[in-house]
């Protein structure tokens, strides 16, 4: 017989923590990650994080925001990051957060398609400190309990009502787990691509049930190339170059070492500009070049990526280091609305694997950290309020564990059905969009 919890969060990056840790404390939680806890790539930002510097900012992170979605974004989505923003910088200060300053005031960044500096940083681990950080919270909270190496296979639902998941642990021993809500937290697809900068292990597993048990998704062919990883030839998971190396003055060339694009337009358009550059050059990368960036900038604001780039052979303080478009980021998803509801009952999702359209076609740098944080917070208020929860009397006999015998194939068709629905949208649109040419 399985466990009962009020809530279980299938994810511990920065969406899944904070949506603990806003959660009330009288609340049951489970979260579950299927890798180590620090297993997200929440983790891995670099960049930073976007906020309303002022009111005056309003307009302007609005239109940067929309502009760089191609006017695609729901709007009131936006609407609602932009004026959650301060709250949220707020908690995490609260919670330990710490951000870099410049004369005692917080410091701000920019990166491409931003038109000001609005972006708060922790040297070149933003990602790192802001989890880290949240992480240690729940860690100290008495209604939470955190399992690493647990992957949820399937959900236990009925009639569009979810009342729980099938979890496996290392060993492949699959449990089911009672919930009144079940909130996916579980990142993005980068582990179906050859080359993305995301963990292996997240894979879209939340999109491949929601397309089985028909859960609305959104916007599923909108995936976000990055424009600047190192190139190696080593296979595994590509280092990101992040963005605000282009914000701080970086320039791209070819390789003849010339400049071909204005490195600061948004991702898509720069990562295209670049893969007709390797295509006309027929070169397996271009070139990005640090030098007008100051040596002790480079230094204090991008630590790890100095020293990644050395150990790859190449010094960003002599030389250009070669560089090459990756998968990075997911902007559709689990279609969801302004509180993280799915269109299945006592589901929610958050972070990189929903669509609540902040993003549009194209997400703007450092948006998704706050739009994660924003969104899960919401999803723990509207869990909050609610009243009574639909309950399965026949839950323990609802699904047959020897259904799960077979993980790895399980996981490797959930993986197939990702790619199928990615390629089967695209061309989808493109043949819509033909015929509105
Ligand atoms: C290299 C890199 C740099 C980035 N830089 C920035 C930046 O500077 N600013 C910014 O705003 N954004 C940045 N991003 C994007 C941002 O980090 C992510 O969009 C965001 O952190 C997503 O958070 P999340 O909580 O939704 O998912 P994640 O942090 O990816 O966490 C997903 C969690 O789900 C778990 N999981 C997945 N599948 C399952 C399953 N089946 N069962 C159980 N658990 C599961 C994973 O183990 C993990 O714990 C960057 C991303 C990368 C990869």
């Known amino acids: 017989?399985?466990?009962k919890y009020d809530v279980v969060?299938?994810?511990?990056?920065?969406?899944?923590?904070?949506?603990?840790?806003?959660?009330?404390?009288?609340?049951?939680?489970?979260?579950?990650?299927?890798?180590?806890?620090?297993g997200s790539d929440s983790f891995l930002a670099q960049g930073g994080i976007c906020v309303m510097r002022d009111d005056d900012d309003y307009d302007s992170f609005l239109e940067d925001t929309m502009k760089a979605g191609h006017y695609e974004n729901r709007r009131e989505s936006v609407d609602i990051m932009i004026r959650s923003s301060r709250e949220i910088i707020e908690d995490l200060i609260g919670y330990g957060v710490e951000f870099d300053k410049e004369n005692g005031q917080l410091a701000f960044t920019k990166e491409g398609a931003h038109s000001k500096n609005r972006i708060l940083f922790h040297a070149d681990v933003t990602g790192r400190e802001i989890t880290s950080k949240l992480l240690a919270r729940v860690q100290e909270l008495k209604n939470v309990t955190l399992m690493a190496h647990t992957t949820m296979v399937d959900w236990v639902c009925r009639d569009n009502?979810?009342?729980?998941?099938?979890?496996?642990?290392?060993?492949?021993?699959?449990?089911?787990?009672?919930?009144?809500?079940?909130v996916l937290a579980c990142g993005g697809l980068g582990g179906v691509y050859e080359h993305s900068t995301n963990f292996r292990h997240i894979s879209g597993d939340a999109l491949a049930l929601a397309l089985y048990h028909d859960v609305e998704l959104e916007n599923v062919d909108y995936v976000q190339i990055h424009p600047t990883t190192l190139f190696t030839r080593q296979s595994g998971r590509s280092f990101l170059i992040s963005e605000s190396v282009r914000g701080e003055g970086a320039i791209l060339l070819d390789k003849n070492g010339n400049r071909f694009v204005d490195e600061l337009l948004p991702r898509d358009v720069v990562a295209k500009a670049i893969q007709a550059q390797m295509k006309k050059d027929k070169t397996e990368h271009v070139w990005l070049d640090f030098s007008p960036i100051p040596k002790d900038e480079i230094l204090n604001h991008f630590p790890n990526i100095y020293q990644h780039c050395l150990e790859a052979?190449?010094?960003p303080l002599v030389e250009p280091v070669p560089v090459v478009p990756a998968q990075h980021y997911f902007m559709g998803g689990v279609h969801v609305d302004k509180d993280s509801?799915?269109?299945?009952?006592?589901?929610?999702?958050?972070?990189?694997?929903?669509?609540?359209?902040?993003?549009?076609?194209?997400?703007?740098?450092?948006?998704?950290?706050?739009?994660?944080?924003?969104?899960?917070?919401?999803?723990?208020?509207?869990?909050?309020?609610?009243?009574?929860?639909k309950?399965?009397?026949?839950?323990?006999?609802?699904?047959?564990?020897?259904?799960?015998?077979?993980?790895?194939?399980?996981?490797?068709?959930?993986?197939?059905?990702?790619?199928?629905?990615?390629?089967?949208?695209?061309?989808?649109?493109?043949?819509?969009e033909k015929e509105h040419e």
């Open 341 to 389: 509801r799915t269109t299945m009952e006592q589901l929610y999702a958050i972070g990189e694997t929903s669509c609540n359209g902040v993003h549009g076609r194209n997400r703007l740098a450092s948006n998704s950290l706050l739009e994660s944080l924003v969104f899960a917070k919401r999803a723990a208020r509207d869990i909050a309020l609610i009243q009574e929860f």
């Open 161 to 182: 009502v979810c009342y729980g998941i099938v979890m496996a642990d290392m060993d492949g021993k699959t449990t089911t787990v009672e919930a009144d809500v079940t």
């Open 9 to 38: 969060i299938v994810g511990t990056g920065a969406a899944g923590l904070f949506c603990a840790l806003s959660l009330p404390r009288d609340k049951k939680i489970l979260c579950i990650s299927k890798d180590a806890l620090d």
């Open 1 to 3: 017989m399985g466990k």
């Open 391 to 432: 309950k399965a009397d026949d839950f323990d006999t609802m699904v047959d564990l020897n259904s799960y015998e077979d993980l790895y194939t399980l996981m490797d068709n959930y993986h197939a059905m990702v790619v199928a629905e990615i390629k089967k949208q695209k061309k989808l649109r493109e043949e819509k």
């Open 313 to 315: 052979g190449y010094d």
